[in-house]
């Protein structure tokens, strides 16, 4: 059976690389500057101020496609100590300990960690130039 939609994989994906680093960076935003629906600005130099500056500056990374990879890696990993430390000591059930937002990231960005960037993306952009440099000049 032909995949549905499967001719658009590679825009499709990196129509969800860049909501989800925008989603992610709100997050960030919310905590670093109380904006976006964020009460007051958390202590830079706290758990939530890391978790803050991950979500903002890792999100923008994902969303624009730059270290990609990287960035995913590490808000996959935040994302997982997040729902372990947050979370799962209300239960282990992610729909009932409200921890659902926090498994779907960890699992969104392990899978873009392995993936890259894609097309649209700073990274493509780069290596896109590097090659037609090379091939000018050969």
Not at 80 to 93: K, R, S, Y
Not at 120 to 138: D, E, K, P, Q
Request: aromatic share 12%.
């Amino acid at each position: 059976m032909e995949r549905f939609l499967g001719n658009y994989s590679p825009h499709l994906y990196a129509i969800l690389r860049i909501v989800a680093g925008l989603m992610f960076a709100i997050h960030g935003a919310q905590k670093l500057f109380g904006i976006l629906g964020g009460d007051q600005p958390v202590e830079l130099i706290s758990l939530m101020g890391l978790a803050g500056i991950i979500e903002f500056v890792g999100g923008i990374l994902i969303a624009i496609g730059l270290f990609t990879s990287i960035a995913a890696f590490i808000a996959s990993g935040q994302m997982a100590a997040a729902f372990f430390m947050a979370h799962f000591p209300q239960g282990w059930n992610p729909v009932t300990n409200q921890g659902e937002t926090a498994v779907l990231y960890c699992f969104l960005f392990l899978y873009m960690a392995a993936r890259g960037s894609g097309i649209w993306s700073v990274n493509a952009a780069r290596h896109s130039g590097a090659t037609t440099h090379a091939a000018v000049h050969r």
